[in-house]
């Protein structure tokens, strides 16, 4: 019988996701963060797990070298590969927003030549092209985002704040949410009709422990 592969993220998803696996009961046994072993190999059940970066999650699906996967709404949103969105899962619930200096609160508007940098070029350039109408510069950058209006590289950022520790303690503050973000199930469109028994058995499996979650 073929091995079902499942992508899962390392990172901030990774603990939430291994847990949620294992109390649906999807075989996840010696997964850890820390681990440096990519694939995970449960020869009983014929499943496979890679650990991946979130950010390539949707990349191993769409490709079909994992059958599905857990991905962030803004990995999804960001990268917008040819997958099937199966399921919100609920965890990782963060915001994706415009932050900056507090003395830009409801003054945006006031802002000339606007900078704004991010991890996530698409979804901002989508949000001022669409919502707000807006033609500004974007400067795509790789991580610590909070930094780029601290050293006048920009005047506002488009990131995701989960706790809001970050901004905070870099003296920033919300001025804009864009959308909630959390991480969702994805599957591949080929394996969704190649595997489907077994990847409806997981999609079920998953529901159904959300649900418990829920009612508890
Ligand atoms: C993310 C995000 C913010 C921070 C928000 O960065 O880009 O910087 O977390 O979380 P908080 O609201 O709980 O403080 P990440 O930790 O992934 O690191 P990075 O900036 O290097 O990408």
């Known amino acids: 019988m073929e091995y079902l592969k499942i992508a899962l993220p390392k990172g901030?998803?990774?603990?939430?996701?291994?847990?949620?696996?294992k109390k649906a009961g999807i075989p996840c046994t010696d997964i850890d963060d820390d681990s440096r072993k990519?694939?995970?190999?449960?020869?009983?059940?014929?499943?496979?797990?890679?650990?991946?970066?979130?950010?390539?999650v949707p990349v191993y699906v769409e490709y079909g070298a994992a059958d599905m996967g857990v991905a962030g709404k803004d990995t999804l949103m960001e990268e917008s590969k040819n997958v099937y969105d199966v399921l919100n899962l609920g965890f990782g619930a963060c915001r994706m927003c415009v932050a900056g200096e507090g003395k830009y609160l409801n003054r945006t508007d006031k802002i000339m030549n606007k900078r704004v940098a991010t991890k996530y070029p698409k979804i901002a350039s989508e949000y001022y092209r669409n919502v707000k109408n807006?033609?500004?510069?974007?400067?795509?950058?790789?991580?610590?985002?909070?930094?780029a209006p601290l050293c006048n590289l920009s005047e506002l950022i488009v990131d995701i704040v989960e706790s809001g520790k970050t901004l905070q303690a870099n003296g920033l503050v919300v001025?804009?949410?864009i959308c909630d973000i959390s991480a969702h199930l994805i599957v591949n469109k080929v394996s969704m009709n190649m595997k489907t028994d077994k990847i409806s058995y997981i999609i079920s499996a998953l529901k159904k422990e959300l649900s418990n979650d829920s009612d508890i």
């Open 134 to 147: 807006e033609n500004v510069e974007i400067i795509k950058l790789n991580g610590s985002v909070e930094l």
């Open 38 to 56: 990519l694939i995970h190999t449960d020869q009983s059940n014929k499943i496979k797990i890679f650990l991946v970066k979130a950010a390539d």
């Open 175 to 177: 001025l804009e949410k």
């Open 12 to 21: 901030r998803l990774a603990v939430q996701t291994v847990e949620l696996f």
